[in-house]
């Protein structure tokens, strides 16, 4: 053994002492804790304001958690089609053009969300319905858009995606 490979070795392993020491400080109370995070947000009042935010955070990720639902199961029907034996030759080229799209269509939509954050804005949400080749775009504006803002947004799907046909919506 070289002293390259006992150097990653012993740094390994310092690091799983670390790791088993953190949980071990971490997990000492159990689930009984009293300073355990559930236990304190259970019994601080919220206000109206706190209400308001986190129902527009489960707004953002119901609508993101649809479309991923949405999105894997055609990617698993899509898949499914391309690995059967007993699929033809031209259902299984449309199956792999299907696919190549849909992932196509998976990244132009993240790569939209990023540009829009990178904007300044705190979260953002793009759906590409790539049948009628129109996109919508839910952005989180607390004061809500500005023209220019509206502009800038449909700047950032058009320069990604090449679609013209954009729908924003701001929610606050």
Do not use: H, W
């Amino acid at each position: 053994m070289t002293k390259k490979q006992c150097g990653i070795i012993f740094t390994l392993l310092a690091l799983i002492l670390c790791v088993g020491m953190l949980a071990a400080k971490l997990n000492n109370g159990g689930l009984n804790d009293p300073t355990d995070l559930s236990q304190v947000l259970s019994t601080e009042k919220v206000n109206e304001a706190d209400t308001e935010a986190l129902s527009q955070q489960k707004t953002f990720y119901a609508f993101r958690s649809e479309r991923e639902q949405t999105d894997s199961a055609t990617i698993q029907s899509l898949n499914s089609q391309i690995s059967d034996a007993n699929t033809s030759k031209e259902q299984k080229s449309a199956a792999e053009k299907e696919l190549t799209k849909k992932t196509m269509v998976k990244d132009s939509e993240g790569r939209i969300e990023l540009g829009i954050k990178n904007k300044g804005y705190e979260d953002a949400l793009c759906r590409i319905d790539s049948n009628t080749n129109k996109a919508t775009v839910l952005v989180k504006a607390p004061s809500g858009l500005q023209e220019s803002e509206s502009v800038a947004i449909q700047e950032i799907v058009q320069s990604v995606s090449k679609i013209k046909d954009v729908i924003i919506e701001a929610q606050k």
